[in-house]
Nanobody, 121 residues
């Protein structure tokens, strides 16, 4: 399994970014897996910011609600994270992660990408 994030960069406060997570190598079709975006700011622990299941149901951390949108394209095996109104506190390494789901339940997020850096300054 391989998850490859892209789309990070240096952005001015108030700007927007769309991060992508391209997935490959899954045993089952992509829509079987929940996808999540997790970030880690310098000197801090990892923070889950958003998740989406195979049917498109989403959940968001309270800290980012209203500014972040998670989506997926099951035909392209790709998940996305759009961040609007970027703030300095959004500066972090953003990872995507995947979890196999079956029967309405999901495993822990087992597979992780290497991350893409977002710097807001």
């Amino acid at each position: 399994v391989q998850l490859v994030e892209s789309g990070g960069g240096l952005v001015r406060p108030g700007g927007s970014l769309r991060l992508s997570c391209a997935a490959s190598g899954f045993t089952w079709r992509f829509s079987t897996y929940a996808m999540s975006w997790v970030r880690q700011a310098p000197g801090k622990g990892r923070e889950g910011v958003a998740a989406i299941d195979g049917d498109g149901r989403t959940s968001y951390a309270d800290s980012v609600k209203g500014r972040i949108t998670i989506s997926r394209d099951n035909a392209e095996n790709t998940a996305y994270l759009r961040i609007d109104s970027l703030k300095s506190e959004d500066t972090a390494l953003y990872y995507c992660a995947s979890a196999y789901c079956s029967g309405g339940e999901c495993d822990p997020f087992t597979y992780w990408g290497q991350g893409t850096q977002v710097t807001v300054s």
